[in-house]
């Protein structure tokens, strides 16, 4: 909050001045005392004497619960009595001239509670209505009017609330598995607390309960540090505040600081899905009528269904029950998308037994089931984790919860992108032998993450270990063993390693063994990447897998390597230069000479096209060249000028490229310093180089001038963009004035 002139000084009344010491505050009683600061400063606003008219806070001033640089939701509210234009601007000028954000609305009594009446979102507001000057019962009277009429008309309203909440959740996400989340609109954010507050003061459920008001009081001083920190009004909390805000509260880091927010954003979330659920079940109460009995429906052996949950059968509850009975409680809720209810998942918190190792058959199948729902599973996992089940089942997971994945890439926290991974594996559950061992090596393909060490090689000993805990026998350990340590071998040498070549297939097929791992490994890929976010897939990099997978089963089956795909027949044909755009395609062919690949690439980079991905390979003395390519900024260029500039680039007219000439590039990606990683073994007939920087438009066109400089001849090279990352090969078949020249020239580049 700022000191600015206003409109009020005139009048007589102070400007608002918030002490440093309040502003900058951070906790309950600092919220408080800007409340009061506010409360003050308003009520000096409002004249004296004045009848039947009277200011009501809402929102974060009606809760008292006011950010450093929070907006004002202000009601004047009046009984009818003229002039309220001029009162209005006499209150709501000031209030713009010291800059604060400001919702404001003019209304009788009746007026606020009609339009509460149509309109959920007011009518949750209304139930945070304060008096701050004038008439103090008039305000009272709108308070106990909302209360009276959210009481009576809650249950109508709720589904209208719910479907607004959910909007609201597709548009920001779930905060408890972003790295970047907005603390006030995702869902398991401050707003969800209003919508709990909402509903705790319907009378249908105690959805206040400690362990919410816990997590709403730490969201509350996350974002007061983050405003300290931003210095005004900003609700997401990015990566570059995430140190500052950690330290502001007192925590080792930013790590540290999202693992609180997500535990705090789990524990909002989960308790509104039980908020929802039990308006369903008064509703589904009151149809049933006084007399009614619930009906219960057996879905699978020791569960029933009872009022849109489920349930344990009464022959379930005894003395001794089954270890695997949370398994199979939640196997069958994944299965029939039904919720648990909140008591049975207590009762098994409580006095379901651990588990024996190895686990018994109807356990492990339990879990395979759960794994294999789809859908079902996330909820269902994130259901058992808050009551304590996941614990029990597999020890691990308390390392792995909710820890931040910063690369770019990656959606998801690392818990959630294990249950995820397992959930879009079942598409591909169909086009393997073994199934189930896909889901498994699914769910635990990342296990070894937040380990000292690549995460694939100290991840596979782990999920070695959990397969065996449950049960797999040793030859179904080690296929999850192995394919834990190789999950990431078909993405890595279909973007990075030349398929025409003999070795790259031959390396391949060698670390793979079988045919049925490999048919494990391609699904356990593409499971990966749909998990990991739009940026790690796309039909390129899959078209790439593809044909690498193919080439890899003839080489396992026959020992014989496939001919390669017969090129576009337009470009290995007819005159050149040749040009093909086809959506996010654009393929080249012209004369082989030095120099080529960065024309082309540099005339991308003109025209504002970032390559996702390159193939440079040579037929009979053509050079084709084929990328994949995004607009910049989301418009694409016009086909007729790129054409045009292309023939000119590929065909020696330097004119295009030098418009490059000088441009620096920002770097988009991490702060590390680019590196550079010879394979001179990778390839049968060339050393690989292989660049690993931060992407920054026109970074290829730079480096493949610094190769060409460098006399360095480019036979084929790969193009692998990650968000904000790329890691480009470069297959040499030789290397000019020697490999630490080329490699000088490369970091240079990258670096410019």
């Known amino acids: 909050m700022t000191r600015g002139s206003t409109r009020a000084d005139a009048a007589g009344a102070d400007p608002l001045v918030v002490p440093v010491a309040v502003r900058e505050g951070i906790g309950g009683p600092f919220r408080a005392a800007r409340a009061d600061t506010l409360d003050a400063w308003l009520r000096s606003l409002f004249p004296s004497g004045t009848s039947g008219v009277a200011l009501v806070a809402v929102g974060g001033l009606g809760r008292r619960e006011c950010a450093p640089f929070g907006d004002l939701d202000l009601v004047l509210l009046h009984a009818g009595v003229p002039g309220m234009d001029e009162l209005a601007a006499s209150l709501w000028y000031p209030i713009w001239d010291a800059r604060l ?69 597709e548009a920001h996400g779930e905060l408890a598995f972003l790295l970047e989340g907005d603390l006030k609109e995702a869902a398991g954010g401050l707003r969800d607390v209003g919508v709990l507050r909402g509903i705790a003061r319907s009378g249908v459920t105690d959805a206040l309960r400690p362990a919410v008001r816990a997590a709403h009081l730490r969201l509350l001083d996350t974002r007061d540090a983050l405003h300290v920190t931003v210095g ?41 899905d039980d908020a929802w659920r039990a308006a369903d079940r008064v509703r ?29 059968a009464r022959t379930a509850i005894g003395a001794r029950p089954d270890p695997a009975l949370s398994l199979r409680v939640a196997a069958a809720a994944a299965t029939t998308r039904l919720p648990i209810s909140r008591a049975t998942c207590e009762w098994l918190a409580a006095y379901c037994p651990p588990l024996p190792a190895p686990w018994p058959p109807a356990a492990r199948a339990a879990l395979i089931t759960l794994l294999g729902s789809g859908p079902g599973l996330v909820p269902v996992w994130e ?57 498994l090596a699914a769910f635990l393909h990342d296990v070894g993450k937040g380990l000292p060490g ?25 296929v999850i063993e192995k394919l834990v340590r190789l999950h990431l071998l078909l993405p890595e040498v279909a973007t990075r390693r030349d398929l025409s070549d003999p070795k790259t297939i031959a390396g391949v097929a060698a670390a793979v063994g079988d045919a049925t791992t490999l048919d494990l490994l391609h699904g356990l890929a593409r499971a ?9 897939w796309s039909d ?68 504002r096209l970032d390559v996702l991905g390159a193939d440079v390979s040579t037929v009979e003395g053509r050079a084709l060249v084929e990328f994949l390519v995004q607009p910049r900024f989301g418009a694409a260029p016009d086909p007729i000028a790129l054409s045009a500039d292309l023939r000119r680039a590929v065909t020696g007219d330097v004119s295009v490229t030098q418009r490059l000439r000088g441009r620096g590039g920002r770097s988009a990606g991490s702060g590390a310093p680019p590196r550079v990683v010879w394979h001179r073994e990778a390839a049968t007939d060339a050393v690989v180089l292989e660049l690993r920087a931060a992407d920054s438009p026109a970074l290829l066109y730079r480096v493949a001038a610094a190769l060409d400089e460098a006399g360095a001849a480019v036979r084929a090279a790969r193009i692998s963009t990650l968000g904000g990352d790329v890691v480009d090969a470069f297959y040499l078949v030789g290397t000019g004035a020697g490999e630490q020249a080329v490699e000088a020239a490369v970091l240079s580049a990258a670096q410019s």
């Open 383 to 439: 259901t058992c984790d808050r009551y304590g089940l996941v614990d029990g089942w597999l020890p691990e997971w308390a390392r792995m919860r909710s820890l931040p994945q910063h690369n770019p890439v990656h959606k998801f926290t690392l818990d959630r992108h294990l249950v995820q991974a397992a959930a879009e594996a079942t598409g591909f559950t169909r086009e393997v032998d073994r199934p189930d061992l896909l889901l």
């Open 454 to 478: 690549d995460h694939s090689t100290v991840g596979a000993p782990v999920a070695a270990a959990v397969a065996g805990r449950i049960g797999l026998p040793p030859a179904d350990v080690e």
């Open 284 to 312: 589904v109460i009151r149809r049933r009528g006084a007399d009614g009995k619930p009906v219960r429906r057996p879905v699978a052996r020791d569960v029933v269904e009872q009022d849109g949950e489920l349930v344990l």
């Open 232 to 272: 005004r009004r900003v609700d997401r909390l990015v990566a570059q505040e995430r140190a500052a805000v950690a330290r502001l509260l007192g925590l080792d880091d930013g790590d540290a600081l999202l693992r609180r927010v997500a535990s705090d954003a789990r524990t909002v979330a989960n308790a509104l």
């Open 528 to 536: 990966d990447a749909h998990a990991t976010g739009p940026a790690a």
């Open 101 to 169: 954000g400001l919702d404001h609305s003019v209304r009788t009594l009746p007026e606020a509670l009609s339009v509460a009446h149509d309109d959920v979102k007011v009518a949750l507001g209304l139930l945070d209505a304060r008096h701050v000057a004038g008439d103090p019962a008039l305000a009272a009277q709108l308070a106990d009017a909302a209360a009276d009429q959210w009481r009576r008309t809650a249950i109508r309203q709720l589904p209208a609330l719910r479907a607004v909440t959910t909007a609201r959740w």
């Open 540 to 607: 390129w990099k899959g078209r790439l897998i593809a044909e690498l997978v193919r080439r890899t089963h003839t080489a396992l089956d026959t020992g014989v390597l496939p001919a390669l795909p017969t090129p576009d027949p337009g470009l290995v044909a007819g005159p050149l230069p040749a040009i093909h755009l086809e959506g996010d395609r654009v393929a080249v062919a012209a004369a082989d000479r030095r120099g080529l690949l960065a024309a082309v690439a540099g005339c991308l980079a003109l025209h």
